[in-house]
């Protein structure tokens, strides 16, 4: 029945333009397709790029090193504090400054790595080590006494 139902239909003309307006929605649908599967296939080739290792290298580059620092004057010691809440290990070296100077320089430090968790090691009479709290200083003292 349905045949007759499209034969009379094509009799009419009305045949013809739905053929028409399917190969347009195909057209569109295939076009759909495309776009659909565009963003898939890029996604398919960011995967096939990326390595399939899962290490991940952490930045060690500033544990490796000390800072030494001769203070001048007491603003020094900012500086000495950034650099002890970047996590750096510091040799401070007060034997060039007045002892005034350098008892509040050390009052500051000591205060400092109390409150962020870090230490500080008497080397000698004026030359102290100022280590952050991921760091072990040892030696026959322990921490800042005499």
């Known amino acids: ?7 009379l239909m094509d009799w009419l003309g009305f045949g013809v333009e739905e053929v028409a307006e399917e190969e347009d929605y195909t057209e569109q649908e295939e076009r759909e397709q495309e776009l659909y599967e565009t963003p898939r296939r890029e996604q398919k080739q960011r995967k096939e790029r990326r390595p399939n290792n899962k290490v991940v290298s952490l930045p060690a580059a500033n544990r490796n090193k000390m800072v030494v620092y001769y203070p001048v004057s007491y603003e020094d010691t900012m500086n000495i504090i950034d650099n002890l809440k970047a996590r750096k290990p510091i040799i401070v070296n007060m034997e060039s400054i007045d002892v005034e100077v350098a008892q509040r320089i050390l009052d500051f430090m000591s205060g400092a790595c109390y409150a962020l968790g870090g230490i ?7 030359i102290f ?7 072990d200083i040892i030696g026959n003292s322990d921490g800042l006494k005499g």
């Open 1 to 7: 029945m349905a045949n007759v139902g499209n034969k």
């Open 120 to 126: 500080v090691y008497k080397v000698s009479s004026k």
């Open 129 to 135: 080590a100022v280590a952050p709290a991921d760091y």
